[in-house]
């Protein structure tokens, strides 16, 4: 039994595993995939810086800069500007850790790329008034260039989102397998326990059948031996009646146990049937909430007849000291309930749990299958049965039954 849990939940710990994995790969994943944009995107801005470093040696750049370029300009020595275009700086700042061809590239709010770039050397004419000065060289050169990078911080926004959304999916995803693997447990267990019912069935029919005929014979004797005895016959004659009574009386309940539980339903009172059932018990049943009738069910009336005996016959045997309280009422609309209170000795916590589970029973003369009769058949009439201990001492069994359309 020691290593039947862990095999019991070992499913989940795989799938649990399975999530724990399948993260950290999505997470490396975008994280690389981030890692490649920003490579692509600086890729791209050196494009742009080198062409717009071209056309402007060609004396050809344009009048007006492209739309994703905030601002273009080239600075010498000490950040003094050499040539400028669109939004930069009047004078350059030159980050100390710029060295020999080297670049940094700062993101700033508002969606704005600055890429700085030192220029080993290049040959740039100097702005003069003097259109005739011949080209020379100026080294240490540092380039600035202004970006917009809306769509690459949108790039950057969808996979910080899917960095998020991905583990959740794969979560849902592995939610749903295991909810199928625990359904499939469930349709296993209710098919072998069906299994299980089915060779129960066929057991207990063949052995009442078989019983049948010797108890028959049994009582039968038992009669004449009481005939024969003028009517006084001796204690172990009224023993063997009794016993074989008894049995005959559980060969009964386990064939209405293989009944079909649905018989031939028909619309009956609630309140009418309880009436007519007070008569056949000799102690005291209270009936309250008749007056908001009629309570109209479908069911079997046989069927019917045995729920409603089952159940007081069981609150009167509880030992309570006060009569049996029958309540009826309309827990909500559609529905229709019938309660039955005792102040005996209540539930046991076993009982519970097993109240309805077959030949389970507390009694030293009880068959334990009588609760499972009346679940079956109320369950089987589109109703529920259930039961609970009643906090002032007692037990409180009811039954909801849907209302019946159909005039009695």
Known sequence: MGTMKPLKHMPWVILFLLFAVGTVLWLLFVNEQRVHLDQVFQFQTERVA????????????????????????????????????????????????????????QRLEGGQVVFVKRLDRLEERMSSDDDN?????????????????????????????????????????????????????????????????????????????????????????????????G??????????????????????????????PIGQPETHDLCLVVTALLGRFAEPIQVSGNEQGPFRVSFDPHRLRSVLENLLRNAIESGSETPTEVRLSRPKSGWNRLEVLDRGAGFTETSLKQASTPFFTTKTQGSGIGLSITESFVNAAGGSLKWENRSEGGARVWIDLPESKEAS
């Not at 326990?193 to 078989?210: I, P």
């Not at 006084?232 to 309940?253: F, G, H, M, T, Y």
Request: glycine share 8%.
């Open 133 to 229: 000065r011949p080209a020379h060289r100026v080294g240490g050169t540092v380039l600035y260039l202004g970006l917009k990078d809306d769509a690459f911080r949108s790039q950057v926004v969808i996979w910080t989102a899917g960095a998020v959304a991905g583990p959740l999916v794969w979560a849902a995803f592995l939610v749903f397998v295991g909810w199928l693997w625990h359904r499939s447990r469930q349709y296993q267990a209710a098919l072998n326990n069906n299994r299980e019912l089915l060779q129960f069935a066929e057991a207990a029919r063949t052995l009442s059948h078989e019983i049948k005929n010797p108890l028959a014979a049994i009582l039968l004797q038992t009669a004449l031996l009481k005939r024969s005895a």
């Open 50 to 105: 080198d062409e717009l470093v071209r056309v402007t040696l060609q004396d050809q750049f344009p009048a007006t800069l492209p739309d994703d370029v905030v601002g273009f300009g080239l600075y010498g020595r000490g950040g003094a500007p050499i040539s400028r275009y669109g939004v930069v700086p009047k004078t350059l700042m030159i980050p100390p850790g710029l060295g020999r061809a080297e670049r940094i590239f």
């Open 231 to 260: 009517g006084d016959p001796p204690q172990e004659v009224k023993l063997i009646e009794e016993e074989a009574q008894r049995i005959n009386q559980l060969v009964s309940r386990v064939r209405d146990f293989l009944k079909d």
